[in-house]
């Protein structure tokens, strides 16, 4: 069996080799450019790495397989107009917007060239050549890679052609959010992309990030998105993220976030999983110093043969650390949802405040769940706890609101609503909320259809 594995594995890098240097090609004498010559360790070092299999404890629940076996192509160019992203604009909010589609930054589409005094947005490549970041982002490019043993994350950096860096002066509050949409306009053959964004807060600083991932409408076929976001907190920064993903239903989204976070600084994550064929998540920090606050929170809903997988992981690393941690979703017809999440609270880090929690909703006999909160405290002088439920909807509560003049669809739609909306409220945007509280209502919808 494992011989079965390794073949497996070495036909698909094979493939993804294959694609590396057709895009080579496309680099017209640029090679040897800093960023593509990371770009190609990158992709050397994948020759020694596998992609995981269920073997895998991290892994245990979700099978690659199916992500793994197309043979994909090139993200092709498309063409959008505007009235084509209007529904991906959030109404009321006013942000400093960043478009992707099929993994290629649009400037014609972004608001790059009217950016405030404190915010410098450019693409990796750029930042590498600019004497003002390039020690910065060439340190957090080799920490990234340090040791990374990931497969996701290597074959991202190899492949993420138009990675972003993003930096917060010190001292500089933006006021306007910052949207990045990732619109994927999949065809007939299937596609693959990858995202890289780096981002730097500096000291005092604070910043609010919003991440759509979406596909066009009326474009269906199978298609990849690999992405990944690095975070650098420096010493009181706060960053407020929020990600809403309606991926198509034969999209393969693999996310991973990792974050690192300085004495006193803020990092908030809201994410709503409503898309997406097979989804992975994988959203990580480390408390490096005392007074840090960490919060987790993330709703999801599943339907049809949705596989969506939510894997967290908060290093406390020194004492006087907060973290909140809060997933709640809703599973139906034959979906499966996994929720893994780690507290690790080390000798030193005393005085430690962690909670956390995972609760979900199973509505019918052949949609499953793994829950597996877990706390890993070496410190003695901690309150930490964690719990996970499952369940399904409290049938004296339909029978009320029944009572109510409610049909039976209606009256168990608004309990469902009502279980997620505990997630949804934790989001201090109103217009952002308001947004996904319309793309959850949809995904309600479209499952009664």
Known sequence: ??????????????????????????????????????????????????????????????????????????????????????????????????????????????????????????????????????????????SLMDGQENAFMVLNAAFARHGLFIHVAKNAVVEKPIYLIHLAAPGDTPTFSSYLNIAIAEQSSEAVFIEGLYELPGAEGAYFNNLVNRFRLKPNSHIHHYRLQQEGREGFLISNADIEQDGDSTFSSYAIDLGGRLVRNNLATTLNNSGTGTNFYGAYFANGEQHIDNHTFIDHAMPHCVSNELYKGILTDKARGVFNGKVMVRRDAQKTNAFQQNSTLVLSDKAQMDSKPQLE????????????????????????????????????????????EEVIEFMKMEPVRDFAEQLILKKFEEKSQ
Request: aromatic residues 10%; glycine residues 4%; charged residues 25%.
């Open 377 to 420: 405290i070496f410190a003695d002088d901690v309150r930490c706890s964690h719990g996970a439920t499952i369940g399904q909807l409290d049938e004296s509560a339909v029978f009320y609101l029944r009572s109510r003049g409610l049909s039976d669809d209606q009256a168990r739609a608004m309990l469902q609503q009502a279980f997620l």
């Open 1 to 142: 069996m494992p011989t079965v594995v390794q073949d497996r594995y070495t036909d698909v890098k094979a493939r993804f080799q294959q694609l590396f240097e057709a895009q080579q090609i496309q680099l017209n004498g640029h090679a040897s450019h800093p960023y593509h010559q990371f770009r190609q360790e990158a992709m050397k070092r994948l020759e020694g790495l596998d992609f995981p299999t269920r073997r895998d404890e991290e892994w245990k629940y979700t099978s690659v397989n199916r992500l793994l076996q197309p043979a994909y192509q090139l993200e092709p160019a498309v063409e959008v107009t505007e009235a084509q992203l209007q529904p991906f604009l959030i109404e009321g909010l006013d942000a400093i917007r960043l478009v992707f589609i099929n993994g290629a930054f649009r400037e014609e589409f972004s608001d790059i060239g009217k950016l405030p005094e404190g915010l410098t947005v450019m693409d990796l490549a750029s930042a590498l050549a600019d004497s003002r970041y390039q020690e910065m982002v060439q340190r957090q490019l080799d």
